[in-house]
């Protein structure tokens, strides 16, 4: 399957990508598990799942930042209507310990389509920087957005894969730049229906109502019943 060859490629260290101009988006149906991503522990909070689904969208060999950040805004605030001034969006800070630069080109894309400065955080690489999947291979910087009514992120509008991490712990560049999104489609349900929880959504509100009433004793740990 050419679709699964090219995902494939991006995160899966060592494999290459055959075709090198490629747009696309999907709903990824399968169920991503939490655990795999290092959020086992937050599990049952308000946010976090035991699996969910993604929104994604590539940009492989074609646009890049500036266009990402373009597409996140018109989606985010034309289609989806959430107002710009409840959004906050994140960029990588650089780390000089490994010459990696300040992602300034991410901040002027923000500040460009409408973004106040003073909602563009910079945060360093444990926050926003993708990659390796390995001790080597693609990676790159990434900015997200957050819905500041509940401090959450919302959406990864930007994996920047424009970077190879060799074995040296060193840094080159990609032969082509690509991007890879994705938005908990959970997440962005609860902050467009003003809700407090991803539980309190209409696919999960009825499982942990149903969930509740065959635990009884159980009422008082709201988290046990998430999980």
């Given at each position: 399957?050419?679709?699964?060859?090219?995902?494939?490629?991006?995160?899966?260290?060592?494999?290459?990508?055959?075709?090198?101009?490629?747009?696309?988006?999907?709903?990824?149906?399968?169920?991503?598990?939490?655990?795999?991503?290092?959020?086992?522990?937050?599990?049952?909070?308000?946010?976090?799942?035991?699996?969910?689904?993604?929104?994604?969208?590539?940009?492989?060999?074609?646009?890049?930042?500036?266009?990402?950040?373009?597409?996140?805004?018109?989606?985010?605030?034309?289609?989806?209507?959430?107002?710009?001034?409840?959004?906050?969006?994140?960029?990588?800070?650089?780390?000089?310990?490994?010459?990696?630069?300040?992602?300034?080109?991410?901040?002027?894309?923000?500040?460009?389509?409408?973004?106040?400065?003073?909602?563009?955080?910079?945060?360093?690489?444990?926050?926003?920087?993708?990659?390796?999947?390995?001790?080597?291979?693609?990676?790159?910087?990434?900015t997200e957005v957050f819905d500041t009514k509940r401090y959450i992120e919302i959406w990864n509008a930007g994996v920047f894969m424009m970077l190879n991490k060799n074995a040296e712990n060193s840094f080159s560049s990609l032969p082509f730049n690509?991007?890879?999104?994705?938005?908990?489609?959970?997440?962005?349900?609860?902050?467009?229906?003003?809700?407090?929880?991803?539980?309190?959504?209409?696919?999960?509100?009825?499982?942990?109502?149903?969930?509740?009433?065959?635990?009884?004793?159980?009422?008082?740990?709201?988290?046990?019943?998430?999980?």
């Amino acid at each position: 399957d050419e679709l699964l060859a090219w995902v494939a490629a991006i995160h899966v260290h060592g494999k290459r990508c055959q075709r090198q101009h490629i747009d696309a988006v999907a709903v990824l149906k399968h169920r991503l598990i939490a655990v795999a991503h290092g959020d086992a522990d937050d599990i049952g909070d308000k946010h976090h799942l035991t699996s969910f689904q993604m929104l994604g969208s590539w940009s492989i060999g074609s646009y890049f930042k500036e266009k990402a950040i373009e597409l996140a805004f018109d989606f985010l605030v034309n289609n989806l209507k959430i107002p710009v001034e409840k959004l906050y969006v994140s960029v990588f800070s650089g780390d000089k310990k490994i010459n990696l630069p300040f992602d300034s080109e991410s901040k002027n894309a923000w500040f460009k389509v409408g973004i106040p400065e003073n909602h563009i955080v910079a945060l360093g690489i444990e926050d926003n920087f993708w990659g390796p999947a390995s001790q080597t291979g693609p990676c790159g910087p990434c900015t997200e957005v957050f819905d500041t009514k509940r401090y959450i992120e919302i959406w990864n509008a930007g994996v920047f894969m424009m970077l190879n991490k060799n074995a040296e712990n060193s840094f080159s560049s990609l032969p082509f730049n690509s991007v890879d999104t994705g938005a908990g489609l959970e997440r962005l349900s609860m902050t467009l229906n003003g809700l407090k929880s991803v539980y309190e959504t209409d696919l999960l509100l009825p499982i942990k109502n149903f969930v509740s009433s065959c635990f009884e004793f159980e009422k008082e740990n709201e988290r046990k019943i998430r999980i």
